[in-house]
């Protein structure tokens, strides 16, 4: 066990480090010359060797990597050149936001998916799994960004229950914070459910054609027992997986649901600094969701490995 | 006959969806008699682990009762509810199944999957069945119950597993204990253990066992009487002795005749030829006509119901009374020459002080922590296999030697050094006197077409997406042959394995286990080698077509002068082809010698072991009675 | 010994399933539209009509008029083209990269195994639709570009799905035989590996296509993928999405052809998988 989490530690820590020389390389070094982008093909040379000299752009690209890098490791983010402010404090305010949209969307995912993947798998063949996966399978066609306009059009526009876009803070009250959260949620929840519940129904499904299953059933255990003791948790160990799996697809719809609904998150964030040309936010941005994706994947590989009592307890008598 | 643990009458059970149903079980008759145990014995096909689901109540959805009862202690199973059924079972009827590794639940501890149907049948609240589990685990066996109890099934052997599940079956004393194939997923010392145990419960417990097998050797130590199962279809039935001394269908005299003992003196084997009839097809007359040579016109018209023989045993077959005393014969055989060692044979295979050892894990699995005092300390500790350590071998040409062992011996991987599927860190190893490991990459190639395998698998062995003319054909254009001369020595190929040209076209899926084992020997003779290594090559085969495989390689041996080493768990199977056999045990070679003396004389207390394991037909001492 | 018995039953033939072929004549109708599609269009497809902005659907603009007073049934028609050719061609991309790196990864194992899966690791170290952005992010957004890029993003699957695959078949007996024969890397590979590693790729692929469709839609929707004036889905319901309300069919045009044509790929992708698994069609 500890073999293992070591292994998966070093793991992530290496391929942050060589993500991290990706992110920089793409945006910052392989365009050609960035000041240009930054500020237009029409820039006076002095505008241009300003900002070079600015970025540091005539060091040697390793020299710059290391700067940036070794500001990073120490908590610094840099300069956003579009808002002239530092991008520490701005990422946390983003990010926390974010985390509320996500983590309410990923709960709720869990709870509703899984169930809805577990009720489905038990009735394998009968109307009610013909009914689920009927509608999972037209659930995955559909795109976020669709799922929120018509969301969009629906609730806001004709039924006018929510505001379209924007947000308010909780000092603002209670109500109004969750007025503007639930459309985002809603579209979030939307573009994953079909994902996890129909893993969690193949899973359940071949759970119960195992042999201990048959096992099971052989020692005359109720079929409800059948189903909770000895299928659920070896069906859902997969899950875990999968979960983390969507926090990287959530992250993704994050980017659409909050450029929809003007949602002020890391985002929103990111797409503000993609169409600015404001390389080192972009980077920043980059960083952090590189890093959150890992946490959630470490913590996924971690509390598997917890579960599953193969990794547990490793092997004492030998086969 | 009034007092029945069970009673099964014309059974017939159906797979499939409407208009594609295939027939597994036809009107199945079979009784357990209170206190006694009854073997159902049959190959792959013959439909008896269907027999046990089906009077579990236990059948996978689309199977289908067409016809038949099952009565357990009287009550028919069929026609009670669901409800009852389930009570039944775990209770009155309980079952051990085939592979003990995936019948146990990775996430539940062994003691709670025990203690399970105590707390569901007997009512026990969770600290009695705990301690009811513990009584259990001891009576299996088990030094350690306590700890045997707390552990997760990963942490435990093949045999632990096996006589925990067993502990589980026994553990409401039911009327039936059902036993489908309970050892054959374990090795042979470990089957021996398990059957010594089954033996002293049927003597303690006076308990009422349905046991299905494969294995002849195993059902005649275990049962008192005996149900020959083919394609289906009861054939003969009755005390076991009486079916395996005086067989009457002449199925079941196939079927011992094709079975290789464990003994010196060597009569040929005989094969059954064919194979299973396609079950979708309606058969009007016996099922077993086509591959019976003492098939006449009558049999393939006319069904045959099951008649007594008038020995106390039933049969099958309007012929046997006539055909009482013939034997079983195909092959016109009469003893296998046992070659003495060929001292004056040029060596083939010399392999010195072979070793070969795997790291298992990566370097960083091999870390681990540990506290000294507060401080904690990083060890390096790289955990090893030694699979083959230094083992000495030598082969001469047409000699075939015997690699016996048990799982994890290494056998398979010192078969693998000698023809570099595996290297091996220490040793030497000369074909035809060339070195293998110091040679190039094309005279590597040169060197191996004189030493070629044979594998287990039937199944795995051909590339399905190939014909069999391509498969075979395949080391021909490595070798260069091409056009018609590369034909003819394909077709020449087939006729070698007895497959004929007709084959040539044929892809792997639509040949049987024994054709395609047959393609893989013709594969491995066509570069003409001198020596092949023999994987386990007839171990996935059923008895009956394993004994015309094994035929099959003698005569090739005959006729080539080949070297076979003849890899395989099965004492049976050796003792019955090898000249000289070596046993294998933790990666060393513990014993070696003639196959006379290492059956009759054997020096080495493994070699003694394993022998002993052997389960034999026995036919001259009575099974165990319960003495209750 | 010399009779050959007659090959039984031949392998029994099984129906098709039903996904496969209401999927398969769904597909094959949606690619003759795309191919006749600047055919069958009504309308130029560029041609501006202020005087017919965002009129409702009619007996003349079946699926009404966007804000240019374009017909949107003629621009939803040529979507067709750009959509396939962005869930095709990102296939094909990560096929292609893909393919290759999983058989070598998974049949050479050791080092060459580690580096490439490392590697792979690091790409789906960012989830696909912020791999994309960050690819696009720093380029002038075209459809080929987008094509490459959504083809990146999925070469991390094909190449662990290859490899898995790779593994199972390398440890069949018949590889053992072709290395017995000391046969080239090459042949083992490509000829004996491959072709029985194909059927779980194909099936993936299927579905990949739809992946990448919906992926590439979203990259223009953002702004990153295909640029205006195209006919892309994504982009239309993107510039659509001010006048949702008061014009709701260019949205429920661009979004059901979307749709439609990513439930046509699934229904044939699974189709495909249930008439090639041979778990499925193993009995008993």
Same mark, same amino acid.
């Given at each position: 066990m500890i073999g293992y989490v070591i292994k998966r530690l070093l793991s992530i820590v290496l391929t942050m480090a060589i993500m991290s020389v990706l992110i920089f390389w793409i945006t910052q070094v392989m365009p050609g010359n960035v000041a240009y982008m930054i500020l237009g093909d029409f820039a006076a040379p002095a505008d241009i060797a300003t900002l070079e000299a600015k970025l540091g752009l005539n060091d040697p690209a390793h020299v710059q990597y290391w700067r940036w890098a070794s500001g990073l490791l120490r908590g610094d983010l840099g300069m956003s050149l579009v808002m002239e402010r530092p991008i520490g404090p701005i990422l946390a305010d983003t990010v926390s936001k974010s985390a509320i949209l996500a983590g309410i969307s990923i709960g709720l995912v869990a709870l509703v998916g899984i169930a809805v993947g577990v009720y489905a798998g038990v009735r394998h063949g009968k109307p009610a799994d013909h009914v689920v996966s009927v509608a999972t399978y037209l659930n995955i066609a559909v795109p976020e960004f669709l799922f929120a306009i018509v969301v969009v059009m629906l609730f806001a526009g004709y039924l006018n229950w929510f505001p379209a876009t924007g947000y308010s803070d909780l000092s603002n009250g209670f109500g109004a914070w969750a007025r503007h959260i639930v459309l985002p949620v809603a579209t979030l929840v939307l573009g994953l459910m079909a994902h996890i519940s129909r893993l969690t129904r193949s899973s359940?499904?071949?759970?119960?054609?195992?042999?201990?299953?048959?096992?099971?059933?052989?020692?005359?255990?109720?079929?409800?027992l059948v189903i909770r003791r000895h299928a659920l948790p070896n069906a859902l160990l997969p899950t875990i997986t999968v979960l983390a799996i969507d926090v990287g697809i959530m992250m993704g719809g994050i980017v659409v649901v909050e450029t929809i609904f003007s949602y002020p998150g890391l985002g929103r964030l990111l797409m503000f600094a993609i169409q600015n040309?404001?390389?080192?936010?972009?980077?920043?941005?980059?960083?952090?969701?590189?890093?959150?994706?890992?946490?959630?994947?470490?913590?996924?590989?971690l509390l598997y490995a917890f579960l599953n009592p193969r990794v547990r307890y490793g092997r004492s008598a030998g086969d | 006959m009034a007092d029945l643990a069970l009673n099964v009458r014309g059974l017939s059970v159906s797979y499939g969806s409407d208009g594609d149903r295939v027939r597994v079980l036809h009107d199945v008759d079979m009784q357990v008699a209170r206190g006694r145990a009854l073997g159902i014995v049959g190959e792959s096909g013959s439909g008896k682990s269907t027999a046990a689901l089906a009077v579990l109540g236990l059948l996978d959805k689309g199977a289908a009762i067409d016809a038949g009862q099952v009565l357990v202690d009287g009550r028919d199973l069929y026609a009670a509810t669901a409800e009852e059924r389930r009570r039944l079972r775990g209770g009155k009827v309980s079952i051990v199944f085939q592979d003990p590794f995936t019948t146990l639940n990775p996430a539940i501890r062994v003691g709670r999957q025990i203690a399970e149907p105590l707390m569901m049948h007997r009512g026990m609240n969770a600290a009695q069945a705990e301690a009811e589990t513990l009584r259990?685990?001891?009576?299996?066996?088990?030094?350690?119950?306590?700890?045997?109890?707390?552990?997760?099934?990963?942490?435990?052997?093949g045999g632990m597993k096996q006589r925990a599940l067993i502990a589980s079956a026994l553990g409401c004393d039911p009327d039936l204990l059902i036993l489908d194939e309970p050892t054959t997923a374990l090795d042979v010392t470990i089957e021996a253990q398990i059957l010594d145990l089954l033996e002293e419960l049927r003597r303690t417990r006076a308990l009422s066992i349905l046991f299905i097998s494969h294995n002849l050797g195993v059902v005649s130590r275990i049962c008192d009487d005996i149900c020959v199962l083919y394609a289906g279809r009861v054939v003969e039935q009755g005390p076991t002795r009486t079916v395996l001394s005086q067989p009457r269908h002449p199925y079941t005299k196939g079927l011992l005749a094709s079975l290789p003992s464990l003994s010196v003196e060597r009569r040929r084997l005989e094969a059954i030829p064919g194979r299973l009839p396609d079950q979708r097809q309606p058969q009007p007359g016996c099922i077993f006509a086509a591959r019976c040579h003492f098939a006449q016109a009558r049999c393939t018209a006319e069904p045959q119901a099951l008649a007594d023989a008038g020995n106390g045993t039933r049969n099958r077959c309007w012929r046997s009374e006539e055909l009482q005393d013939t034997p079983w014969r195909v092959e016109a055989g009469a003893s296998v020459e046992r070659r003495p060692p060929a001292v004056d044979a040029p060596t083939v295979v010399d392999a010195r002080g072979v070793a070969r050892h795997f790291r298992s894990g990566s370097f960083i699995d091999a870390l681990s922590l540990r506290w000294q005092g507060w401080r904690p300390a990083v060890a390096y500790r790289p955990h090893g296999v030694r699979a083959v350590d230094d083992v000495n071998l030598t082969i001469r040409a047409g000699e075939i030697v015997g690699l016996v062992g048990e799982s994890g011996s290494g056998k398979t991987t010192l078969g693998r050094c000698l023809i570099d599927l595996v290297s091996p860190t220490a040793g030497d190893i000369r074909i035809d006197g060339q070195s293998l490991l110091a040679a190039s990459r094309g005279a590597k190639r040169a060197l191996l077409r004189n030493a070629q395998i044979i594998f287990q698998n039937p199944d795995s062995s051909l590339n399905p997406r190939m014909t069999v003319a391509q498969i075979v054909g395949r080391p021909l254009d490595q070798i260069g042959a091409s056009g018609t001369d590369r034909d003819r020595r394909v077709r020449e190929l087939l006729d070698l394995v007895r497959l004929g040209a007709g084959y040539a076209d044929r892809y792997p899926h639509q040949m049987s286990g024994g054709e395609k084992q047959r393609v893989g020997i013709a594969r491995a003779l066509a570069t003409r080698p001198k020596f092949i290594v023999c994987d386990e090559a007839v171990s996935a085969l059923d008895v009956s077509v394993q004994a015309s495989v094994l035929n099959l390689l003698l005569d090739l041996r005959d006729a080539?002068?080949?070297?076979?080493?003849?890899i395989t768990h099965d004492l049976s199977v050796v003792s019955y082809v090898a000249d000289r056999i070596c046993v294998m045990r933790h990666g060393k070679l513990v014993e070696e010698g003639a196959t006379a003396s290492i059956l009759g004389a054997p020096q080495h207390p493994y070699t003694t072991a394993l022998l002993a394991a052997v389960p034999r037909v026995r036919l001259a001492e009575a099974p165990v009675r319960p003495t209750a | 010994m010399a009779a050959v018995p007659a090959i039984d039953a031949a392998p029994r033939r099984r129906r098709?399933?039903?996904?496969?072929?209401?999927?398969?004549?769904?597909?094959?109708?949606?690619?003759?539209?795309?191919?006749?599609?600047?055919?069958?269009?009504?309308?130029?497809?560029?041609?501006?009509? *202020?005087?017919? +902005?965002?009129?409702? %659907?009619? !007996?003349?603009h079946w699926l009404g008029t966007d804000e240019f007073g374009r017909d949107v049934a003629s621009r939803v028609l040529n979507g067709a083209q750009s959509s396939l050719l962005m869930g095709f061609g990102a296939t094909a991309v990560s096929l292609a990269i893909g393919v290759p790196l999983g058989l070598v990864a998974g049949y050479y194992r050791g080092w060459t195994d580690e580096v490439i899966m490392r590697a792979v690791d690091v790409m789906i170290s960012l989830p696909p639709i912020i791999l994309g952005l960050l690819i696009l992010s720093v380029t002038t957004p075209s459809l080929w570009k987008t094509v490459l890029a959504v083809g990146f993003v999925y070469v991390p699957i094909m190449t662990r799905l290859t490899r898995s695959v790779t593994l199972e078949v390398a440890t069949e007996e018949y590889i053992q035989a072709a290395r017995a024969r000391v046969e080239s890397g090459w042949? *083992?590979?490509? +000829?004996?590996?491959? %072709?029985? !590693?194909?059927?779980?790729?194909?099936?993936?692929?299927?579905?990949?296509?739809?992946?990448?469709?919906?992926?590439?839609?979203?990259?223009?929707f953002l702004g990153l993928g295909v640029q205006p004036p195209a006919s892309d889905w994504g982009l239309m319901i993107a510039e659509a999405r001010p006048f949702v309300t008061q014009a709701p069919w260019i949205v429920g045009g661009a979004g059901t052809a979307l749709c439609v044509t990513v439930i046509a790929i699934n229904l044939f992708g699974d189709g495909l998988r249930e008439a090639l698994d041979p778990r499925l069609s193993r009995r008993r």
């Open positions: 359940m499904i071949d759970t119960m054609q195992s042999q201990y299953v048959r096992a099971a059933r052989a020692r005359g255990l109720s079929e409800w040309m404001d390389v080192p936010l972009l980077q920043a941005c980059m960083i952090v969701i590189t890093f959150v994706y890992a946490a959630a994947n470490l913590t996924a590989d | 259990l685990l001891t009576e299996v066996g088990i030094a350690d119950p306590a700890r045997m109890a707390a552990s997760y099934p990963h942490q435990l052997s080539f002068g080949l070297a076979y080493l003849f | 098709l399933p039903t996904s496969l072929i209401v999927g398969t004549g769904l597909l094959g109708a949606i690619l003759l539209l795309a191919v006749l599609g600047p055919l069958l269009s009504p309308y130029d497809l560029d041609a501006m009509r *202020i005087d017919l +902005r965002l009129a409702p %659907p009619s !007996a003349a042949y *083992i590979l490509f +000829r004996e590996i491959l %072709p029985n !590693a194909w059927p779980p790729i194909i099936v993936e692929s299927a579905l990949r296509v739809t992946f990448a469709m919906l992926l590439a839609a979203a990259l223009s």
